[in-house]
């Protein structure tokens, strides 16, 4: 699998995000560059920064307690950040290599619902404070199959103990063809293709 410090060592050539604390107004992203050592990914969704607060929450949420309780990293915090970068630089971030297994799942927004709550970090490094910015992220398949899958942006967090909580995701294991289960860590073909297969409860006796 590969690991975290690949991301860390292509760092200066990522938009990183500088997003704070609601209280605080963030600095806008570097320009995004992908360096000729990663395979950026090329293939179409839809993207979309849809941010509502509820979402928000339930979602922060589930990265605290798995952050707490799976990572068993102490004393974490994980606050929203009301402020988002633009959809093209966040776009952009999440396009960097589709080999990088970056994306956390979360398990569904509803049970058994053909859809992904994830997130994944934004910095690849901690910042001087050693907290990382987050996007909590929905992914949905297509509602037709001439319309292709689509995520969307819910929110954003800053996680404490950047260093720890880095080391603890780079450990996380992937499906490799197993059943999809809460906290397996993907790339982005495969947060696409765990998608395809995913369906709509049957209400059948």
């Known amino acids: 699998m590969k690991v975290f410090a690949l991301f860390t060592l292509a760092s200066t050539a990522m938009a990183l995000v500088s ?4 209280s605080k107004r963030p600095s806008q992203p570097q320009p995004f560059r992908v360096p000729a050592t990663v395979s950026p990914f090329t293939g179409k969704y839809w993207f979309q920064l849809r941010l509502i607060p509820s979402q928000r929450q339930e979602y922060a949420a589930r990265l605290r307690d798995h952050i707490a309780n799976v990572f068993r990293v102490p004393n974490v915090d994980v606050y929203e950040v009301h402020s988002a970068i633009s959809e093209p630089a966040l776009k952009g971030n999440l396009n960097y290599d589709r080999n990088f297994r970056r994306f956390l799942y979360l398990g569904h927004t509803y049970r058994g619902y053909p859809d992904m709550v994830l997130a994944t970090p934004l910095d690849a490094m ?13 992914a949905r398949k297509p509602v037709h199959r001439l319309i292709g899958p689509r995520i969307s942006a819910c929110g954003f967090v800053t996680v404490s103990e950047g260093r720890a909580v880095l080391g603890s995701l780079a450990q996380q294991r992937s499906p490799d063809g197993g059943t999809l289960e809460p906290g397996h860590l993907l790339n982005i073909d495969e947060v696409f293709e765990e998608l395809s297969m995913l369906r709509l409860p049957s209400w059948e006796p």
């Open 19 to 22: 997003a704070t604390h609601s």
């Open 126 to 138: 901690p910042r001087a404070d050693g907290s990382h910015v987050w996007a909590l992220l929905i």
